[in-house]
C-alpha cells in the first residue's frame, strides 16, 4: 500500500476563480511534503516543485498539501492548477514565499497572481 495522501488545503484560498486543472503526477521525495501554494514545473511529464533557481519556469499551483511519508521518493497522482487567479500571498518556492518576479512569471502560462487580504 502506498505511503502518501493529498489533503484539500483549506486554512488558505489558493485559487481565486475561472480556473482550470490538469492531472498528473508529482515526483515527491521519501518523507517530505510539498505545501498548498507551491509552484511546479514539468520535468519528463511529471510535476516538480519549483526550488527558485533561475532556469526554472513555472507552470503551475499546486492548491493541496501532498504528503508522502514512505521512505522512498513516490510518483503521487494529484490535479495542478494551470490556470486561472491564484492568491499570491500563499505562493511558494521550495518552503519561501514566492518573489513578485516568481508569481508574475506564472503568466506566461495564463495564471495570474492576485493580492488577497483574508477578512476574518
Known amino acids: 500500500m502506498?505511503?502518501?495522501?493529498?489533503?484539500?488545503h483549506k486554512s488558505v484560498r489558493?485559487?481565486?476563480?475561472?480556473?482550470?486543472?490538469?492531472?498528473?503526477?508529482?515526483?515527491?521525495?521519501?518523507?517530505?511534503?510539498?505545501k498548498a501554494g507551491t509552484i511546479v514545473q514539468t520535468v519528463e511529464g511529471k510535476f516538480v516543485a519549483s526550488a527558485g533557481g533561475s532556469?526554472?519556469?513555472?507552470?503551475?499551483?499546486?492548491v493541496?498539501?501532498?504528503?508522502?511519508s514512505g521512505n522512498s521518493s513516490?510518483?503521487?497522482?494529484?490535479?495542478?492548477?494551470?490556470?486561472?487567479?491564484?492568491?499570491s500571498?500563499?505562493?511558494?518556492?521550495g518552503s519561501s514565499a514566492a518573489t513578485a518576479v516568481q508569481a508574475d512569471s506564472l503568466r506566461n502560462w495564463s495564471i495570474?497572481?492576485?493580492p488577497v487580504t483574508e477578512m476574518n
Request: charged share 20%; no cysteine; proline share 2%.
Open 2 to 8: 502506498a505511503n502518501y495522501e493529498v489533503i484539500e
Open 14 to 34: 489558493i485559487g481565486l476563480g475561472e480556473n482550470e486543472f490538469r492531472t498528473g503526477v508529482l515526483t515527491v521525495a521519501g518523507n517530505t511534503t510539498v
Open 55 to 62: 532556469n526554472e519556469v513555472g507552470m503551475g499551483v499546486l
Open 64 to 68: 493541496d498539501d501532498v504528503i508522502n
Open 74 to 87: 513516490a510518483d503521487i497522482p494529484l490535479r495542478v492548477l494551470i490556470s486561472g487567479r491564484v492568491n
Open 89 to 93: 500571498k500563499a505562493l511558494l518556492v
Open 112 to 114: 495570474v497572481a492576485v
